[in-house]
C-alpha cells in the first residue's frame, strides 16, 4: 500500500472554507460516489477501497480523493486518524 494514496487527504482541511464539488463531479457522480464508498463499508482508507469506488463511479482517483475532502468539508464523512475517511450520511450514518 502506497503512502501516496494517503497525501491528498491532508488538504482536506483547505477545503473546509468553500464546500463546493470538485470540477468535473456532478451531482449523479456524489449519489454514485456515496452509493459506491457504502457498497465497501463507508470506509475510504486504502488501494482495496479507491479501486471499488473508482470502478463503480468512473470517477478518477483524484476526483475520488477531491470528492471525499468535499464530503468531509460538507460535514458528510470524517477524517479517520488512519488518514482514510468515513461517509456518515444515509446507509453509512452511525446508529
Known sequence: MSMRVFAPLAGIGLLTACAMPPDGV???????FDEAVASIGCELVGESDYLPV???TGLTREQVIETAAFRVAAEEAVKLEN????LITGSCAPE
Open 54 to 56: 473508482e470502478l463503480q
Open 83 to 86: 488518514g482514510g475517511v468515513r
Open 26 to 32: 456532478t451531482k449523479e457522480d456524489l449519489v454514485a
